[in-house]
C-alpha cells in the first residue's frame, strides 16, 4: 500500500497541484465563511457541508475527468485467440494516443471475463475479472498508434469468455 501512494504521488502532474490546491483553498474559504456566518444557522450548515462535500468529491472526481481529457487514448483489440498446447491466450490490439501531449508510458491492460447465458449476470461479470494481464509501453508521442501483444497466462478456464482492454496512460 505504502508503495503504490508513494508511486501515486510520484506520478502528479501540475495540473494535478492546481486542483488539489483549489479544491482546499475553496474548502477553507467556506469553512471560515460558515464561522463569519455563524448566527444564520442553516446557511452556516450548509457552507460546512458543501466545504466538506468540496473537499472530498473535487480532488476525487476532479482527478478522473482531468486524465481522461488530458491524456485520452482509445484502444482497439484486434484479435484474441486461445492457443492450443499452451495454456494462454494472446491478445492483439492497437493503442492511439489521441491528447495534446505525448506519453511517456502506458500500462495496458487486458481482463478476461465470464459470458453467461443470463444477461443481468453479463453485466455483472466485467466487473470481476477472472484474470488480469498488463504490459507498460513506453513513449508514444502525440496522434501515434502502437500495436501491443499481451499474452494472458496461465489461462486454464474452459467456458466462454471475454476479453477487455483498458490503459492508463501519463
Known sequence: MKEKISLFIHNL???????FGTAFGLFLLFIILAIVLRRKLVLAL???IL???ILLLAPTLGYKYMHAFLFKNSLVLQSQQKLSFTEAVVVKGTLSNDSKFDFSSCEITASAYKVSSNKYKNYIYPFKPFQNMSILEEQIPMGTKRDFKIIIEPFTYLGDYNISLEADCN
Do not use: H, K, Q
Open 13 to 19: 502532474i501540475v495540473y494535478d497541484y492546481i486542483l
Open 46 to 48: 450548509f457552507l460546512i
Open 51 to 53: 466545504s466538506f462535500a
